[in-house]
């Protein structure tokens, strides 16, 4: 329903620890039902994360249409802020289509903001789900912030208590947090639990104007074992996240880079063997692992092989997995822009929308990488969510972003492959068409670039 910015703390460093009787074994042929059945409370496998969203206020009418209407708004606070966390916008856009709220168009045009295709609703419910959580932040009678959750999730402040909006807790999350009431689809049914959830005061906090952040610090894993290996297999009870992450089966770990995070449809190794991770439940604790076929496919693609009796690549957007194809229209000459046709090269393929700042400021850091390189060994590649009310040019120009560029709204643009859950993301590819590394920020990609010894202009 809306873009979601992903904070991620990298200054405190995680050590959680884990303790699991049960392991659970994956099926040597075919599909495996893994639960996901403990839960830790702290931080998961990413480490310290928050996100920050807009307050309700700032939303346009077709947001809000199903949002909550709350009662008893608490009038001991002034300068009332209110905002809604939801936490599966997929279920929430398509419960209010199938329920009449929004119209088809209204959802669609939603779905492929969210990088949604029609086949994904086999995952979501026409039941409505209490999959949000609402939250009133003011300032009290002495001018300090304080909060109010509705934690019970009946849409009523009265029966909730107030809070003091404090600073520093991204290193207090749990202790700092609030039980809260949700539903999810488990695939079969609407479910219910809670959940531990942590509202944090902004850095940017000004007089008059609060800042604020949310952050789920809780966690869910399970142990698993294929042919005498045993790992974990952990996600962040964020639905943000909407993946997992495996580590190996230790006592305590320290937090991966948000690279390591498998996406559904997207794959993790045991051993040699490969297995697709599907999502079953919406809140992650339930999945299923789906085991790859003998790594020879006689159907494979003269893309990637002339023999068919080789290894068969798998293509995922994932380090190490051959990148997804991409196409579109250059913005800047209208020529068919496709990532398969620049095998042979480096390519760095950005993705970026016009209102994000973090996407703005990479702007001189890569437009330093395109000005150095010569085009002979690296293509820059971008790609736009929006296209600046038809106007991308005039943007992309101000802006100087002369690369190749395509927008991904366009009927012509192709990303099936990338889900994309926050922007700025990029990934570096090689020559062979394999993802080497993601998410290259500031002068690290110059600094990386260099390092491969590329040609220059």
Sequence with gaps: MRKTLLLTSLFVLINATIYCQNIQTLNKTGITEILLNEKVDGYGSFGVSSIGIPSNDMLDSI??????????????????????????????????????????ADFLTEFKKQNRIIADTCRL????????????????????????????????????????????????????????????????????????????????????NISVSFSFPQFRYAKVSYEGETICICTDQSVYVNSISILPDRPNFQPLSRDKAIKPNQYLTIGNVDFRFEPISQNLNKIRLIRENEPTDKKISKSNTSDSGLPRTLVSAQVGKLAPEINGINVWDGSLLSLNALRGKYVFLDFWFTACGPCIQEFPYIRKVFDTFSSDQLIIFGVVEDDYNKKIKQFMTEKQVFWPTIVKSYSTTNAKGYNIPSWPTSFLIGPDGKIITTNLRGNELFIYLENLKLKKK
């Excluded at 009662?71 to 419960?95: A, E, G, M, R």
């Design 63 to 104: 947001s809000l249409i199903g949002y909550p209407k709350l009662k008893h708004l608490p009038d001991s606070l002034t300068d009332l802020k209110v905002y809604t966390v939801i936490l599966n916008p997929s279920q929430f856009c398509y419960q209010n289509y199938r329920n009449g709220l929004i119209s088809r």
């Design 125 to 208: 419910t026409s039941q409505m789900v209490r999959n949000y959580i609402s939250i009133v932040v003011g300032l009290d009678n002495l001018h300090k912030p304080k909060y109010v959750i509705d934690a019970n999730g009946n849409n009523d402040f009265s029966d909730d208590e107030l809070y003091v909006l404090s600073e520093g807790l991204y290193t207090r999350q749990v202790e700092n947090s609030k039980k809260v009431f949700i539903e999810y689809f488990d695939g079969k049914n609407v479910m219910n639990e809670n959940i531990l959830f942590a509202v944090m005061l902004g850095r940017s906090n000004i007089k008059d």
